[in-house]
């Protein structure tokens, strides 16, 4: 379950949408507007067949809405893209902004190292990493 979660977290960062970081099994991506976000989320069924979570007033604050995202062991890689890319499809299509989560990418297969996810022994294992011009460069 765990190894589910950390994929999906580490792709959603990836595409560069707004995960909040917590240590439950349920990811959250910030939207921070009531409309927009029950307007992604009705896409995300409608154009998609997802299903995905509308988190909004009053369970959180008004500027605090989100999308509720919860991996299961049963959810495939492939499956986990196919979520990912209609996501971030509705986000740019719903105005939504994108960040960036890391500037620091792996030398050999270009992804981005997403330290603020990592476990202790995981961050000091790469910190070497960012600190090296040679073995890491800054994503574009």
Excluded at 29 to 42: D, I, Q
Excluded at 114 to 139: I, L
């Amino acid at each position: 379950h765990q190894r589910s979660v950390k994929l999906m977290r580490g792709m959603l960062m990836d595409a560069g949408l707004p995960v909040v970081h917590c240590p439950s099994h349920i990811i959250p991506v910030k939207v921070g507007n009531a409309e927009k976000n029950t307007a992604v989320c009705n896409d995300m069924m409608t154009k998609h067949n997802i299903y995905v979570q509308a988190i909004n007033y009053p369970t959180v604050p008004r500027g605090e809405e989100m999308l509720r995202i919860a991996p299961s062991p049963h959810h495939t890689p492939e499956m986990m893209k196919y979520f990912v890319d209609a996501l971030a499809k509705e986000w740019k299509a719903h105005d939504l902004i994108f960040e960036k989560h890391s500037e620091v990418e792996c030398h050999f297969c270009k992804m981005p190292l997403h330290f603020e996810v990592m476990s202790a022994r995981e961050k000091e294992y790469f910190a070497d990493f960012a600190q090296s011009n040679n073995r890491v460069t800054a994503q574009a």
